[in-house]
């Protein structure tokens, strides 16, 4: 019997078909689509199912489903599970091959590791399809999927029930290639699959389908009377709906009588070259990939040259057949299946599964992996310190050599595996960490201890203060962290004394004190300036100005100008607030003693160069060193007692002036010695404590979630709580008022001030701006005399103003009250005049003064002063 290929090239060479139908198989089809491509004739196959064949070639047409598309089905399965490890058994063939890309991806996106990868040859001998399994039966993983022909298939089941793999705890999933063709197997083999799950598309129901199998039964009965049962494959179902499209698209392009002839053996396979183009091929290609009707199989309609994907049945094999469990399609996921009404695409609400028998009759869902294997007990290891054991602490009877481990990580960790939902006996191992001529290398201790669980030859797992880094998380796989993380600075306490001669300065700190005498300064020069021109008590020698000036705030002087009143009014209040204030804070500190620390800036520590000190063999050290702190700072301290006598010390006398730790472990530190000890400064992040796994180990997903479960709890509720209350060196530093606390009243003064100071001198330009016109227009000056003119010119007195138009008075009275003793300009003094005379030169009326001179004769002088008064 001539082989396809010789087949399929003699009807493109002779007979020159205008398709051909049947590649069975991937390895077939790679070759003869090819032959395809060259004639320009269809290549359609509905049993070659291989992903990778999908874009070769525009010609090849793919009718029935390609195993990626049931891909999600399977990753759904797995995800609905939670199960975290899987391992896939297929055929190292062009069929098993073609579906691990997508298989890994699949399991990739839901988080799931592919811990083996078992690929069995077609040539597979028992011998070793049993290594295979006893192989993987030594492994942690317990999910299976399976993706072989019917051949391979049922040899590897019947093997794995014979040596116990098909027990509870197992879980089998087969692809649809095996799962299509139950009805084939052996009884034997199928009593073997009990409670094996499988994928499979699903096909409708239909009056068209059912009568077909009826037909075909009794067709397929009759050819073979030996034959028990008569079922048809979806194969089957693909290939009658293949010919009926071919048939719908030749009638369509005028294609009366395909030739199809499978017995002519005239055949050369060497010579292609005398193939020859089809001239209907193409038409006909377009025509077949248009081509859409509702067949038995379903839906028949063309994606890119391929049948497009439809829902799946999730099938359960229980008795002498299988029972569907569930439904999945892309846009739905997983559900119990269709409404009752099957043109309806949507979903029943509720669960995704209806009850499914696993391997060992049992309705309990695998957890997916067993450890240990052949009964071992979890060997835990557990670190062994001197100090610091409030986590973990290692003691040994001498007497009867027993280990008993004890600590808060430990109490932890026994409550959680007491929370896991199922058993996991486990034994802890203590696990020397060394000398201390390992602690100079940064996390010595624990790396070497994590490393060890990286090999799993002495340890399956680490319990214990083991910190989460990002350079063990790349050996390792940590649970959640079950303490909180972060890096602590703890300094010794000194006393804040209150006997100090500077005590009344610290209830405001320095930026306050300058702020609030800036504007001290500014609000009596802001009163002086807007009072000068028209109030006589603002006016004297420079001298007087100054000290007027900066005694103004504080006195109880009375004011004239409204705008200085505003200004004088908002200054109360802010004087009223500060002083209250003040007092408040000064009266607190006096009743009350304070606590200081001794150092709060880490960056003083480095510029000084203070020693430090670290937990033997803690990462701290690079932590430490990333701040700036030199190796020879850094002392590695083993117990509290140890840093305890180092901090008193003192870092001048041999010891410490800081050390760090971990949040927890400070937390309990200075618990223990309250009073003398405080946490200052910003916590610097890490992660926090967690429990240490092997790589991919199933059990760290189970373990966090349990780590939850007990934290939530009040066991533990004040595990990182102080026993005693000491305030943080932000708490201290802001019993001094801040500037940041006034900012805003400042704000308001400052602005009210300045304000008013705007609106006097618009006023006085407006008011004098034909003066001041005539000053700064006089060519004949300079900038500087321009400047002192207006200057001097400001000086005078505001004769318009309030106090000096009072009314009817003497002329003499209010000549003698604007040249009263001491009064004189700001920059300069009246010119004296040479007369002797004594006396009033000239004279007003009462009515009011004019721009004549009025000359007034100091009794006192010989001299005679001249003033000035303009009108």
């Known amino acids: 019997m001539p082989s396809p290929v010789q087949i399929s090239l003699d009807l493109l060479k002779d007979v020159e078909v205008d398709a051909i139908v049947g590649p069975q198989n991937s390895a077939q089809a790679n070759f003869i689509m090819d032959l395809g491509n060259r004639s320009h004739v269809p290549i359609i196959s509905f049993s070659a199912t291989s992903p990778s064949m999908l874009s070769q070639t525009p010609y090849f047409i793919q009718t029935a489903l390609s195993d990626d598309a049931q891909v999600g089905a399977i990753s759904s399965i797995i995800k609905a599970f939670q199960w975290r490890q899987v391992t896939i058994i297929y055929e190292d063939t062009d069929y098993g091959n073609g579906l691990m890309p997508s298989l890994c991806t699949a399991f990739q996106d839901i988080n799931a590791q592919i811990a083996y990868r078992s690929h069995i040859p077609l040539s597979a001998t028992d011998d070793f399809i049993l290594t295979e399994l006893y192989n993987m039966i030594t492994m942690q993983t317990r999910v299976f999927v399976v993706h072989l022909s019917l051949s391979l298939g049922t040899r590897l089941f019947w093997k794995a029930k014979g040596i116990g793999m098909l027990r ?226 290692v003691e040994i009877d001498p007497l009867t050599n027993a280990t008993k481990v004890s600590g808060i990580s430990i109490d932890i960790f026994d409550s959680v595996i007491g929370a896991l939902p199922y058993a996991l006996p486990y034994e802890y191992h203590p696990f020397e960490i060394g000398d201390d001529s390992s602690a100079a290398k940064p996390g010595s201790y624990y790396n070497d201890l994590v490393y060890q669980v990286y090999l799993q030859r002495d340890y399956d797992a680490a319990v214990g203060d083991i910190t989460i880094t990002a350079n063990r998380s790349s050996y390792v796989d940590f649970t959640l962290p079950f303490a909180e993380g972060g890096v602590s600075m703890i300094v010794p306490i000194k006393y804040e004394d209150t006997d100090s001669i500077w005590t009344f300065l610290k209830p405001l700190n320095m930026k306050l004190w300058l702020a609030s005498i800036a504007f001290f300064i500014l609000t009596g020069f802001a009163v002086w300036v807007l009072e000068h021109r028209i109030d006589p008590a603002f006016r004297g020698p420079p001298s007087h100005h100054v000290g007027l000036i900066l005694w103004f705030p504080l006195s109880g002087m009375k004011v004239k100008s409204n705008l200085a009143r505003l200004v004088v009014a908002v200054w109360l209040f802010v004087v009223l607030i500060l002083s209250s204030s003040y007092t408040a804070s000064l009266s607190s500190r006096l009743m009350v003693q304070r606590l200081q620390p001794t150092v709060s800036d880490v960056n003083l520590l480095i510029s000084n160069g203070d020693y430090v000190g670290h937990l033997y063999g803690s990462f701290f050290v690079d932590i430490l060193k990333g701040m700036g702190f030199e190796q020879s700072q850094l002392k590695p301290q083993n117990t509290q007692e140890e840093c305890d006598e180092a901090l008193l010390k003192g870092s001048k006398n041999g010891g410490i002036s800081a050390f760090f730790h971990s949040v927890p472990y400070a937390t309990i530190f200075l618990s223990e010695y309250c009073g003398k000890y405080m946490a200052v400064g910003p916590i610097y992040r890490t992660e926090g404590f967690g429990f240490v796994f092997p790589k991919g180990s199933p059990l760290v997903a189970d373990v966090s979630h349990a780590i939850i479960t007990v934290m939530e709890g009040k066991k533990y509720a004040d595990l990182s709580q102080s026993k005693c209350t000491i305030p943080d060196s932000n708490s201290i530093n802001s019993t001094s008022l801040t500037l940041q606390s006034f900012r805003g009243v400042f704000m308001f003064t400052g602005c009210v001030t300045v304000l008013c100071l705007l609106v006097y001198l618009a006023k006085y330009t407006y008011d004098n701006k034909d003066h001041l016109k005539i000053m700064i227009s006089d060519s004949s000056t300079t900038t500087w005399s321009r400047l002192y003119a207006i200057c001097r010119h400001w000086d005078q007195r505001d004769l318009s103003s309030y106090p000096f138009s009072r009314g009817k008075e003497s002329n003499l009275e209010r000549v003698l009250e604007l040249n009263d003793v001491g009064d004189s300009s700001l920059f300069t003094d009246a010119p004296l005049s040479n007369s002797n005379s004594i006396g009033m030169a000239s004279t007003q009326s009462e009515e009011g003064l004019d721009d004549a001179t009025d000359e007034v004769v100091d009794p006192n002088s010989e001299d005679m002063v001249v003033v000035q008064i303009p009108g």
Do not use: C
């Open 168 to 393: 509870e705890g197992y879980v089998w999933i087969i692809t649809d290639g095996l799962m299509d063709f139950i009805y084939y197997m052996d009884s034997r083999v199928i009593e073997a699959m009990q409670g094996v799950l499988g994928v499979r598309p699903r096909i409708r129901r239909s009056k068209e389908l059912d009568s077909f199998e009826v037909r075909w039964r009794r067709k397929f009965l009759q050819d073979n009377p030996a034959a028990k049962q008569a079922e048809i494959s979806i194969f089957g179902l693909w290939a009658y709906d293949t010919v009926w499209a071919l048939a719908m698209a030749a009638e369509k392009v005028g294609v009366k009588e395909p030739v199809i002839n499978l017995d002519n053996n005239r055949i050369n396979v060497t010579n292609l070259s005398s193939l020859g183009i089809s001239q209907t091929g193409p038409k006909l290609l377009g025509a077949i990939l248009e081509t859409r009707f509702l067949g038995l199989s379903g839906e028949f309609d063309l994606v890119n040259g391929r049948l497009r994907p439809s829902a799946f049945q999730i099938l359960n094999v229980i008795g002498k057949g299988e029972r569907e469990v569930g439904i999945w399609t892309q846009s739905h996921g997983i559900s119990k299946g269709f409404h009752t009404n099957e043109a309806d695409s949507s979903f029943n609400p509720g669960e995704s599964f209806r009850a499914i028998v696993w391997p060992g009759e049992t309705t309990f869902v695998p957890k997916g992996w067993e450890i240990p294997v052949s009964g071992k007990k979890l060997r835990i290891a557990v670190p062994v310190k001197r100090g610091f054991t409030d986590f973990v602490k």
